[in-house]
């Protein structure tokens, strides 16, 4: 089946800090796997688009890794601000038919000052 | 240039009446997409357009949804008559073509009472 599966759920850090979060999955075959930024009351935004053949991509304090051999990608956030503050969507590309969007249920994260 | 709009933002209605959600994609994009996320879950694929004709609705839950895109502009999304299960929020999103990146708008929140 395919899924994706994101930890922790939520998570609640200190203004300047920094983070990871996880995505696991097992959507196959994929053609590539994003980053989405989600504040509340908006639409997921994209931060990183990784193919299989990528494993680092970086934009601005974002960055993101894949391994495509286990199937993990991770979302580092150096420096939080703020306004980092949103739920962040792992969305794999499921290529087996017409390209269709799995996404994970996101993580949730507070930056306090 | 405007992104994708929804409209309303936010919808409550009562179980059994008809609601019709309505999306405008990004100027000269021809692939439109449907998603919803009830609560607690990750967000999910309901159908695909390309101009006006429907890509891809695997995704829909049954037949009191039907979707429509006439003249290949905007798009409506009908729920009728509504259960207390399609309260969530939905998601429109349009591409240049199926493998480009896919822009968000901001969701209708539905609530069925």
């Known amino acids: 089946k395919n899924q994706v599966e994101q930890s922790p759920q939520s998570l609640i850090i200190l203004e300047g800090k920094n983070c990871t979060l996880q995505?696991?999955?097992?959507?196959?075959?994929?053609?590539?796997l994003r980053w989405y930024k989600q504040d509340t009351g908006r639409g997921p935004v994209s931060l990183t688009i990784m193919t299989f053949s990528e494993n680092t991509k970086s934009n601005g304090r974002y960055t993101a890794t894949l391994d495509a051999d286990t199937k993990q990608s991770s979302l580092h956030i150096t420096a939080s601000q703020l306004s980092d503050s949103a739920s962040y969507i792992c969305v794999v590309t499921f290529s087996g038919g017409y390209n269709k969007l799995i996404f994970g249920a996101g993580t949730r994260l507070a930056v306090h000052p | 240039e405007a992104g994708v709009t929804q409209f309303p933002s936010h919808s409550v209605i009562e179980k059994g009446q008809t609601v019709t959600l309505r999306c405008d994609p990004i100027?000269?994009?021809?692939?439109l997409y449907w998603y919803r996320r009830v609560m607690g879950k990750e967000i999910k694929f309901l159908l695909h357009?390309?101009?006006?004709?429907?890509?891809?609705e695997s995704g829909m839950p049954n037949n009191r949804f039907l979707a429509e895109r006439t003249g290949g502009t905007y798009s409506t999304l009908k729920v009728q008559p509504a259960e207390l299960e399609d309260s969530g929020v939905y998601f429109c999103?349009?591409?240049?073509?199926?493998?480009?990146?896919?822009?968000f708008g901001p969701g209708t929140r539905l609530t069925v009472l």
């Open positions: 995505c696991n999955y097992t959507v196959s075959p994929f053609s590539n």
């Open positions: 100027s000269g994009h021809d692939n």
């Open positions: 357009f390309v101009k006006e004709s429907k890509q891809d």
């Open positions: 999103a349009s591409s240049q073509a199926s493998y480009n990146e896919q822009f």
